[in-house]
């Protein structure tokens, strides 16, 4: 598994609007991060974040812990 590719997809929440990240949540387990791409920009910089940051940043945004951005 350590030659598998990023899984990419955006939120079922997102339109079409060209707001939105994309994440790799298939890399979770093997390689313990969730890469992290701006959707406009599939050929840009990945960002690799933690499972444990990542987890704690999805808990926060349930959590309304950011308020409206």
Known sequence: ????????????YS???????EVATNLAASR???PVRDSK???GPVLNVAVGSFA????GVKGDEFGTV
Do not use: L, Y
């Open 15 to 21: 339109g079409n609007g060209g707001q939105c990240v």
């Open 1 to 12: 598994m350590a030659n598998e590719s990023p899984r990419w997809f955006k939120s079922s």
């Open 56 to 59: 704690s940043f999805i808990a």
């Open 41 to 43: 920009s599939p050929a």
């Open 32 to 34: 313990g991060i969730v």
